[in-house]
């Protein structure tokens, strides 16, 4: 390619033009002396104009209201992302927007920045995207052009296929700029639906987060809380009182506690920001990049070929009694680590993140420990938003079945035990990731098919000899089929146990895969992982499904 060194020829221009005409000497090189110094003054002035808004950027709303945030036990937004990325990774973006807003006064109030920091880090090693809504800069209410902020880095990291990670400490919308802050949020929500099962969306509530704001994090993978300075809240404590007369704290209203143990809006919560970042961090370690990929497998010192004996004898001889179904979990997986998701909503179920033999797997069981591990509304609906997850990120399930049913009673009816616990079946139904079952106790009825039973395409179904797989119990079975003859239910009770409360007829019919030693089921678990790992499924060509929503 031909190069042209245009500064080289005019520099031969200037020198060919004195030599001809000796006179224009004197005056030429006064003259372009003058004309780079005075390009080099506008040069650095336009660079002290640079370092100055950048200083004031890293300032944000000034180190008065920097002091009133370390005051509440929170940090600033910049140092939340400095906790979060690996060291010396993040690369901001847009550092210098300012809001073009013009009415109340605005147009003499500016930060640099406008409320929010937006750019790319490492974490684990691996590209992030991150926006930290900053709440020393107007309260970090959304503006125009704070919502274009994270709007594009929202759509780079859709084009790239990295995860999203939202820090968010707002007053809400700003209300100077009326809709056009309306439809920023907006904007964001449009993106999060698009981004769903494409990459990893996950919002951390770090402080108040209220009004149409909250449906930016109720659209997102997950969402933790920081207990004592986060709430989440449609409408807050001053317009409950108005409309409904009712006395209500933030707390009470929309605190950590009533959103992960009642609503189930957030899957966790964390003491304090460091805690809140380091487990997003670890979250982060057990997820692909998008959909476009698998977890990344991870060494592990923990034995493939593990056998744990006390698994054989973890099981009660006596059905009625419980047992904790993550002790199964821990003494399975590697190193006995398992990240639990939404631990104290729906305690009857569990869900969760764990790695066995390196492969990040999703796991989840019925806890016997609560409520026997019935399944009723909110377990279903808590199960069966994880199984999607997992599915939409090429994510294999392994699910630990111990079921007596579903919960009965006229609560759970009117409230839609019918079209809820319809989600879980029908999420295991469409997923097309490995999915391995293991039944270690009692898989009764329709919970039995929704479990990730062989029925719902699942790969490997297995059982423990404790296993029992039946319509119901034999004392509910007894009492129906010999309710004319109460005086021979005893005996029919014994011989229902005989038939069916054991795993034989379902293997016989083909309904398991196989009967193991509960010892040995790591080394299954892996040694099926391991063959399932270039398993192809495609579901039939559609618009999209339309599950009972």
Not at 45 to 64: V, W
Not at 98 to 125: L, R, Y
Not at 366 to 391: E, M, Y
Not at 463 to 473: C, H, I, K, N, Q
Request: net charge positive; aromatic share 8%; with cysteine.
């Amino acid at each position: 390619m031909l190069r042209v060194n245009f500064a080289a020829r005019r520099a031969a221009a200037t020198a060919s033009g004195v030599a001809r005409n000796p006179s224009l000497k004197k005056a030429a090189l006064p003259a372009l002396a003058r004309h780079y110094a005075t390009a080099s003054t506008k040069g650095t002035e336009i660079q002290s104009r640079i370092d100055s808004k950048r200083q004031a950027a890293l300032l944000g709303g000034g180190q008065s209201r920097i002091d009133s945030q370390h005051a509440k036990g929170k940090l600033t937004a910049r140092e939340r992302i400095e906790l979060f990325v690996d060291p010396g990774t993040f690369r901001e973006y847009d550092a210098f927007v300012e809001h073009q807003c013009t009415d109340f006064g605005m147009a003499s109030q500016k930060i640099t920045g406008d409320g929010v920091v937006t750019g790319v880090g490492k974490v684990n090693g691996r590209t992030t995207y991150i926006f930290s809504q900053d709440f020393t800069s107007f309260g970090g209410s959304l503006s125009k052009t704070f919502a274009a902020k994270v709007c594009k880095i929202m759509d780079k990291a859709m084009q790239v296929g990295a995860p999203v990670v939202g820090l968010n400490d707002s007053g809400g919308a700003r209300i100077q700029e009326g809709v056009d802050s309306l439809a920023g949020y907006a904007e964001i929500f449009q993106r999060n639906v698009l981004a769903s099962g494409v990459v990893p969306q996950i919002s951390l509530i770090m402080g108040p987060c209220a009004g149409g704001a909250v449906y930016s994090p109720a659209l997102t993978d997950f969402t933790f809380m920081v207990r004592g300075t986060s709430y989440l809240f449609v409408t807050g404590p001053d317009v409950v009182k108005a409309v409904t007369n009712e006395s209500v704290t933030q707390e009470e209203l929309g605190g950590a506690g009533p959103h992960t143990k009642k609503s189930g809006v957030a899957h966790d919560a964390f003491d304090n920001d460091v805690v809140a970042l380091a487990r997003t961090r670890e979250l982060l370690s057990y997820l692909p990049q998008s959909n476009r990929g698998t977890a990344e497998q991870r060494y592990t010192a923990d034995p493939f070929d593990r056998a744990d004996a006390a698994l054989d004898t973890l099981i009660p001889t006596d059905s009625t009694k419980a047992y904790d179904m993550k002790d199964v979990v821990g003494r399975i997986v590697d190193d006995a680590r398992f990240f639990e998701i939404m631990p104290d909503y729906a305690r009857n179920i569990i869900i969760g993140f764990a790695r066995i033999g390196g492969r990040s797997v999703g796991i989840v069981g019925n806890q016997p420990l609560v409520s026997s591990g019935v399944l009723d509304i909110d377990a279903s609906v808590k199960a069966a938003r994880f199984v999607r997850f997992c599915d939409a990120f090429n994510i294999p399930l392994v699910t630990f079945v111990d079921v007596p049913g579903f919960l009965p009673g006229t609560q759970q009816e009117h409230n839609g035990i019918i079209r809820e616990g319809a989600k879980l079946l029908y999420a295991y139904a469409e997923a097309t990731v490995p999915k391995i079952a293991i039944t270690t106790r009692k898989a009764y009825g329709g919970a039995q098919c929704v479990m990730s039973s062989k029925q719902l395409r699942g790969d490997i179904n297995l059982a423990w000899p404790t296993a029992e797989l039946a319509v119901m119990g034999a004392k509910g079975a007894v009492e129906i089929l010999w309710r004319k003859d109460p005086e021979n239910r005893a005996k029919a009770e014994e011989e229902y146990n005989r038939l069916f409360a054991n795993p034989l007829p379902a293997a016989q019919r083909g309904y398991l895969d196989d009967i193991i030693t509960p010892s040995t089921t790591r080394a299954r678990i892996i040694e099926e992982l391991e063959i399932l790992k270039d398993k192809q499924m495609k579901n039939p060509a559609k618009k999209h499904d339309n599950m009972p929503l």
